[in-house]
């Protein structure tokens, strides 16, 4: 079980290339995010999925666009890379909304261990 | 004002001390409270977990929720060099899984 992977972990890119970001879940949850970290910003959604063929914008979307063909598999593509984006980029899965006694809960998010990518 | 704030630290304590780092919030909605432990170089990873107000223990960790003051609070006991790490809060109104985070604030244990 290896949880949440990334790939890559190291990229260094050119202004104006573009790259996908390939992450991976083994624990059949239903939600996957993409995040970036920045230096005093914390963590910031950037798309989210909430099952396969699903995809919504989170708080920092443009620029980046996301695909979820498969339940286990959610892609981050940079058409046009920008030294702003420049940052740690994370993934994370959790299952779906569930009931406890008739309270709607919140559940975990796992997260991949990261991908660092600079954009010269 | 970011909805939630959280000092940056960093924050160096010695071995053995009570370490009490805290966020506030301004969404009076949020009901769901997290605290994330990030290692260097690492994922974050969930560390603890409240529902509304009150304490949480687990271990040597007490997770704390003021929600009429907006304020949450992690506390170590005895701390660690292994506790040195980046701790996150986070925190979103239920319903639907989308989190809010702190920025971070980073901790160090020293022998």
């Known amino acids: 079980n290896a949880g949440v992977t990334q790939t890559p972990k190291f990229r260094v890119l050119k202004t104006g290339q573009s790259m996908t970001l390939l992450c991976a879940q083994d624990m059949n949850h239903e939600y996957m995010y993409w995040y970036r970290q920045d230096p005093g910003m914390g963590l910031r959604l950037i798309h989210y999925?909430?099952?396969?063929?699903?995809?919504a914008k989170g708080e920092v979307p443009d620029g980046y666009n996301v695909s979820r063909l498969k339940k286990q598999n959610f892609l981050l593509g940079l058409e046009s890379a920008a030294p702003s984006q420049t940052s740690v980029y994370f993934c994370?899965?959790?299952?779906?909304?569930?009931?406890?006694?008739?309270?709607?809960?919140?559940?975990?998010?796992?997260f991949g261990p990261g991908t660092r990518l600079t954009v010269l | 004002q970011k909805e939630v704030e959280q000092d940056p630290g960093p924050l160096s304590v010695p071995e053995g001390a009570i370490v009490s780092l805290n966020c506030t919030y301004s969404?009076?909605?949020?009901?769901?409270f997290m605290w994330y432990r990030q290692y260097s170089r690492k994922g974050p990873e969930l560390l603890m977990y409240?529902?509304?107000?009150g304490n949480k223990e687990d271990g040597r960790f007490t997770a704390q929720v003021d929600k009429s003051s907006k304020y949450i609070s992690l506390f170590i006991r005895d701390s660690q060099p292994s506790d040195s790490a980046t701790y996150l809060c986070a925190m979103n109104p239920g319903g639907y899984n989308k989190l809010i985070f702190g920025a971070g604030t980073r901790l160090a244990v020293h022998p």
């Open positions: 969404n009076s909605a949020f009901q769901y």
């Open positions: 994370a899965s959790s299952y779906s909304i569930f009931d406890t006694g008739g309270q709607k809960n919140t559940d975990t998010q796992y």
């Open positions: 999925s909430v099952g396969e063929g699903t995809t």
């Open positions: 409240t529902y509304s107000s």
